[in-house]
């Protein structure tokens, strides 16, 4: 016959061995979920890698992958508050980068407004040649109308693709 003191000796190992048991699972079980964290953390860098890549080398790239990011840090907002902290900043797109995107971009546009101008003013100089030297033709005159109509209208649809572009990126800094 067991006794009382046997029987609460043996509950009390029950006891910790439940206890002791329950805990190896519940490290099991947060082990598992830190590791599942860890992997879709993972496939998050490696599914905003090429995006950084991208928005390095055309600040246009931005304009699409930023609103994926900001869907995915509300959809993982744990895992991108881990990747922020490894990378030091806002994952995938600081406001720095945004910011240098949109530096870039202007940068890139008075870079090519230069080289269209001049572009056009040889194209111009070489059409009123050409009509100095026709005597002033209709089918000359026609030609140096044509090279200012090609310039502005070239200008025009850049222009206002640098507007559209700029405005946009100018926006994501307003919605991080």
Known sequence: MITIAAALAVAVVVAGAVLWGAGAIAREIRAASDAAA???AL???EAFAPAIAASNTDPRAL??????ARTARTLFPDECAALDRAAGGTFPFTEERIQAAHAQWTTDWLAWERTHDGEFKLKAAVAEQELAASGGSQVT??????V????????QRRYTEYVHVAKA??????HP
Do not use: C, G, I, T
């Open 38 to 40: 860890r992997s879709r």
């Open 43 to 45: 496939q998050l860098l």
């Open 63 to 68: 304009l699409v992958w930023q609103p994926l």
């Open 141 to 146: 005159r026609a030609r140096v109308d044509a």
């Open 148 to 155: 200012e109509r090609e310039k502005l209208d070239l200008y």
């Open 169 to 174: 990126l100018q926006a994501l800094l307003s």
